[in-house]
């Protein structure tokens, strides 16, 4: 795994970011602007700080398929998907876009998971006939929203004669998958993201193209908003030590309900079926007047029911993503307690300045999720690529 700066970062007008994403920009110095530029894919996003796993071998498909939540034995060449590694009580471990081009299966993690998640890989091996290597000195990961990833100027890497292009399936609800949120325009919809893996040895290239405007560059503050408002959930944000996949939405994208057992299986089917996720996952609009963005960790409150004599104020979760967006102004992700009303009024008191901002919820995975058994599946949005 690398912990090197980016060679972006020498872009004129790069600011560095910090926390989950150091070592790449969070801003070429216009965030809203970078925005757009990625929703109308003429921009890419320098994801390069991120870990990348490859698994060779003729059973590594039917490997990953028995060890992870995702149906991924029948991945076809170039075909991408999602999946998650859970512990034996259904908590999230570990996150990966996958992708296979005919030789190796490719995982794209977040920093945080790749060391872990090698490390587990490997010693899950036993007797079959895999190779697990960390690939992550070899290979930079670049972000975009760009239908054809060349046409942004990307030296898209094809070690097998497959472009390693991993398309997010977030916009739809996978073969298998469940989508809780009851929306049916859900904002995923226009959510139409890919990761590319580059040589990193083409970065310091890629930053004096950069440099003379192609490509437009975006900061991971752009993306972290678009995503946002997708409700897109990330490992390094939205994953506590607690998480199961029913509280984010993360069963429309990289759970197979129908798959054979894996580990954690009778967690996931149980809660679905029978039970409710204890939490949930919510949007935020945050009052902006006060020019006060929360940060991820900072509590959650809601207004206790009482007599108006009594009011009074109860924390219910936390902020897990927040971010300005172009359109819809101050806007959160946070995780609450499952029993808090959908209507009732909320608001986050900030750690760092001691503010309170308040906030209107929008709901994702709502109070009554679960409990399926009996209930008609939902059709599939759009068409799988």
Not at 63 to 89: F, V
Not at 286 to 295: E, F, H, I, K, N
């Amino acid at each position: 795994m690398t912990d090197a700066v980016s060679p972006l970062l020498a872009t004129p007008g790069a600011v560095r970011a910090d926390g989950v994403d150091e070592g790449v920009a969070a801003h070429y110095g216009n965030p809203n602007v970078e925005q757009r530029r990625l929703e109308d894919g003429t921009a890419v996003v320098d994801l390069s700080h991120a870990g990348v796993v490859s698994v060779t071998g003729p059973d590594r498909l039917t490997w990953l398929n028995s060890i992870s939540s995702q149906a991924l034995d029948r991945l076809a060449p170039g075909e991408s998907s999602e999946t998650l590694i859970l512990d034996p009580q259904g908590r999230i471990e570990y996150d990966a876009h996958v992708f296979d081009d005919g030789v190796t299966t490719w995982l794209l993690v977040d920093r945080v998971e790749t060391a872990g998640l090698f490390g587990w890989l490997d010693r899950m091996r036993f007797t079959l006939r895999v190779e697990v290597a960390d690939r992550t000195e070899e290979f930079a990961t670049v972000g975009t929203m760009a239908t054809d990833a060349a046409s942004v100027g990307l030296e898209i890497a094809a070690p097998n004669g497959v472009p390693l292009v991993w398309r997010d399936p977030w916009s739809e609800i996978a073969v298998g998958g469940w989508q809780y949120a009851s929306e049916v325009e859900h904002p995923a919809a226009t959510w139409d993201f890919s990761e590319v893996l580059v040589p990193r040895a083409s970065l310091t290239a890629l930053a004096k193209r950069a440099g003379t405007g192609t490509p437009v560059l975006a900061g991971t503050l752009a993306l972290d908003a678009l995503r946002i408002a997708a409700w897109r959930p990330r490992f390094s944000t939205e994953v506590d030590e607690r998480s199961i996949p029913h509280e984010l939405d993360w069963m429309r994208s990289a759970v197979h309900l129908d798959k054979g057992c894996y580990r954690g299986q009778e967690t996931v089917a149980k809660v679905h079926n029978l039970g409710h996720p204890p939490r949930r996952l919510v949007m935020l609009h945050l009052d902006g007047s006060d020019t006060v963005l929360p940060a991820h960790g900072d509590e959650v409150f809601a207004e206790k029911k009482r007599p108006e004599s009594e009011a009074g104020w109860r924390g219910v979760g936390s902020v897990t993503s927040s971010a300005i967006h172009h359109e819809l102004g101050p806007i959160a992700l946070a995780v609450i307690r499952r029993g808090v009303p959908v209507d009732a009024p909320l608001e986050v008191h900030t750690a760092e300045t001691g503010e309170i901002v308040a906030a209107a919820q929008v709901v994702v995975v709502p109070p009554e999720a679960g409990s399926t058994a009996g209930i008609p599946r939902m059709p599939r949005l759009g068409v799988r690529r």
